[in-house]
């Protein structure tokens, strides 16, 4: 009649118990619901894009489909194989898999075969052996094994297992990270193209301007100042030049270094920078979608539940430790009598270690416990806060450039009309060269804004599809691998 519950006595003292808390999700620290306000009143312009999500989540849309530009996905595919920091988040998580298997092999008994000579002197009232030194040979098998009556090993084992989890939470994040940044540096390149062109072609207007008042100088019809002016905006346009060329120059730089290798010189050509028709209207969904779409928030959490469980494990080193040893093989004073007849040994030693006194370590380690969940607890609600503050800060970019953008093209246009009436005046007499000096200085510095904000555009929607969790994929529609594969 006892049977029942006896063994079920036997079933939980082999199981044993658990002493890490309960575990509760921490209130994300963000609002409910986006920031609201002129800077997000404006709808995303997706007919100067020419493309729609369609409703699609990011985390849904594969990076092939939200670049277009074949250039680029090429480019994606080359760092993806060949950036060396994502090859060293990829062994991380190797690393942190054979952690936790270290961890968790601590749960089985430990087997080993052992062999062993010993050479001995006891005082002579001690001697029992027929020589004094003697030796003593041992071959077997020794086992020796920890039962967790409290969860002590297997709350180390959770812990390894939650910072392997972050750990493929982070490399996810890197990759989703290393598909934005080169995006972006791929865009930064191309702007510096655009630049470029606008610089040279300054500077060919300058210098055709500069020709023409040398000429009007030489035949007295303007005054040396005029002919100074013009030939400092061919100098300020030679230094733009300069300036413009380092900075292509180093912006390709970054870009090899992002993809791990030189550029291939058999890219298949790209889009213009005008024409780098990205996503413009992907969905945000609510704060809240951001847990379970932004890798880094997952992997802040994995470490907070790493911390609890440590807890568990920082609780039972205030309890006994059950360990038992065993040993079985053969013994002999003689090697030649090792695997004779009767040279059999064995011995079993059940051992319980009762802490009484460790000068504060267990309480010191358990207060530790309790404070570094709490330092986890605080980067968890930290990673959620600066992804909140990510996402609106692209949705205010998103809605506030593309009205930017058409009001630096309208400040082009009439910059350009300036710098043409204020040609005619010169030419004519009406004025002096000054205001043909302002207007191409006016011209120039509309055209670099007009292509930065351009720039600004399209990096922040490749920012906002990184911070809303898209990039994982490289096809929309097929299922998201694993975090670590």
Same mark, same amino acid.
């Given at each position: 009649?006892?049977?029942?519950?006896?063994?079920?006595?036997?079933?939980?003292?082999?199981?044993?118990?658990?002493?890490?808390?309960?575990?509760?999700?921490?209130?994300?620290?963000?609002?409910?619901?986006?920031?609201?306000?002129?800077?997000?009143?404006?709808?995303?312009?997706?007919?100067?894009?020419?493309?729609?999500?369609?409703?699609?989540?990011?985390?849904?849309?594969?990076?092939?489909?939200?670049?277009?530009?074949?250039? *680029?996905?090429?480019?994606?595919?080359?760092?993806?194989?060949?950036?060396?920091?994502?090859r060293v988040s990829v062994?991380?998580? @190797?690393?942190?898999?054979?952690?936790?298997?270290?961890?968790?092999? @601590? *749960?089985?008994?430990?087997?080993?075969?052992?062999?062993?000579?010993?050479?001995?002197?006891?005082?002579?009232?001690?001697?029992?052996?027929?020589?004094?030194?003697?030796?003593?040979?041992?071959?077997?098998?020794?086992?020796?094994?920890?039962?967790?009556?409290?969860?002590?090993?297997?709350?180390?084992?959770?812990?390894?297992?939650?910072?392997?989890?972050?750990?493929?939470?982070?490399?996810?994040?890197?990759?989703?990270?290393?598909?934005?940044?080169?995006?972006?540096?791929?865009?930064?390149l191309l702007s510096t193209?655009?630049?470029?062109?606008?610089?040279?072609?300054?500077?060919?207007?300058?210098?055709?301007?500069?020709?023409?008042?040398?000429?009007?100088?030489?035949?007295?019809?303007?005054?040396?100042?005029?002919?100074?002016?013009?030939?400092?905006?061919?100098?300020?346009?030679?230094?733009?030049?300069?300036?413009?060329?380092?900075?292509?120059?180093?912006?390709?730089?970054?870009?090899?270094?992002?993809?791990?290798?030189?550029?291939?010189?058999?890219?298949?050509?790209?889009?213009?920078?005008?024409? =780098?028709?990205?996503?413009?209207?992907?969905?945000?969904?609510?704060?809240?979608?951001?847990?379970?779409?932004?890798?880094?928030?997952?992997?802040?959490? =994995?470490?907070?539940?790493?911390?609890?469980?440590?807890?568990?494990?920082?609780?039972?080193?205030?309890?006994?430790?059950?360990?038992?040893?065993?040993?079985?093989?053969?013994?002999? *004073?003689?090697?030649?009598?090792?695997?004779?007849?009767?040279?059999?040994?064995?011995?079993?030693?059940?051992?319980?270690?009762?802490?009484?006194?460790?000068?504060?370590?267990?309480?010191?380690?358990?207060?530790?416990?309790?404070?570094?969940?709490?330092? @986890?607890?605080?980067?968890?609600? $930290?990673?959620?806060?600066?992804?909140?503050?990510?996402?609106?800060?692209?949705?205010?970019?998103?809605?506030?450039?593309?009205?930017?953008?058409?009001?630096?093209?309208?400040?082009?246009?009439?910059?350009?009309?300036?710098?043409?009436?204020? @040609?005619?005046?010169?030419?004519?007499?009406?004025?002096?060269?000054?205001?043909?000096?302002?207007? =191409?200085?006016?011209?120039?510095?509309?055209?670099?804004?007009?292509?930065?904000?351009?720039?600004? $555009?399209?990096?922040?929607?490749v920012d906002l599809y990184?911070?809303?969790?898209?990039?994982?994929?490289?096809?929309?529609?097929?299922?998201?691998?694993?975090?670590?594969?």
């Amino acid at each position: 009649m006892y049977k029942l519950p006896v063994m079920a006595v036997a079933a939980a003292l082999v199981a044993g118990c658990s002493l890490i808390p309960e575990y509760e999700q921490p209130a994300a620290p963000v609002s409910s619901a986006w920031p609201q306000g002129d800077a997000y009143a404006a709808p995303p312009d997706v007919n100067a894009v020419g493309r729609s999500a369609n409703g699609v989540a990011a985390t849904a849309i594969g990076w092939r489909e939200f670049f277009v530009d074949p250039r *680029l996905q090429r480019l994606v595919d080359i760092a993806l194989q060949n950036n060396r920091d994502l090859r060293v988040s990829v062994l991380n998580i @190797e690393a942190a898999r054979a952690q936790y298997q270290i961890t968790r092999a @601590e *749960l089985f008994p430990a087997i080993d075969a052992a062999a062993s000579r010993a050479r001995t002197r006891v005082p002579d009232a001690m001697q029992s052996f027929p020589q004094n030194p003697y030796n003593l040979y041992n071959v077997g098998l020794q086992a020796s094994w920890e039962i967790d009556f409290w969860g002590r090993i297997r709350s180390l084992k959770e812990q390894a297992l939650a910072q392997y989890l972050a750990t493929a939470y982070g490399r996810q994040a890197a990759e989703i990270a290393l598909v934005s940044q080169v995006a972006n540096q791929y865009l930064t390149l191309l702007s510096t193209d655009d630049l470029l062109r606008v610089t040279e072609e300054t500077l060919k207007a300058a210098r055709e301007s500069y020709a023409i008042t040398k000429a009007q100088f030489e035949t007295g019809v303007v005054t040396e100042l005029d002919l100074r002016q013009a030939e400092s905006v061919v100098e300020m346009a030679e230094a733009n030049r300069q300036a413009q060329q380092r900075a292509r120059a180093q912006a390709e730089n970054a870009l090899v270094l992002l993809i791990g290798a030189p550029l291939p010189a058999d890219l298949p050509t790209g889009l213009p920078f005008d024409g =780098q028709k990205v996503l413009a209207d992907i969905p945000e969904g609510l704060p809240s979608d951001l847990l379970t779409r932004r890798p880094d928030i997952m992997a802040a959490e =994995q470490m907070l539940l790493a911390a609890n469980a440590n807890i568990g494990a920082a609780r039972a080193a205030f309890l006994p430790r059950i360990a038992l040893t065993g040993s079985y093989g053969s013994q002999s *004073l003689a090697f030649h009598d090792l695997f004779k007849s009767g040279s059999l040994a064995w011995g079993f030693t059940p051992q319980i270690l009762l802490p009484i006194f460790e000068g504060g370590a267990n309480v010191a380690n358990l207060e530790l416990a309790h404070v570094m969940k709490r330092v @986890e607890i605080a980067n968890y609600e $930290r990673t959620i806060q600066s992804a909140f503050r990510e996402v609106a800060d692209g949705l205010a970019a998103r809605g506030t450039y593309d009205q930017q953008i058409k009001a630096l093209e309208r400040n082009a246009v009439a910059n350009q009309r300036a710098l043409s009436i204020s @040609e005619l005046r010169y030419q004519n007499g009406v004025d002096s060269y000054l205001p043909v000096l302002t207007a =191409q200085t006016n011209l120039y510095a509309a055209l670099q804004a007009l292509i930065n904000a351009r720039l600004a $555009r399209l990096t922040n929607l490749v920012d906002l599809y990184r911070a809303l969790g898209g990039g994982w994929i490289e096809h929309t529609g097929e299922t998201p691998r694993p975090a670590d594969s």
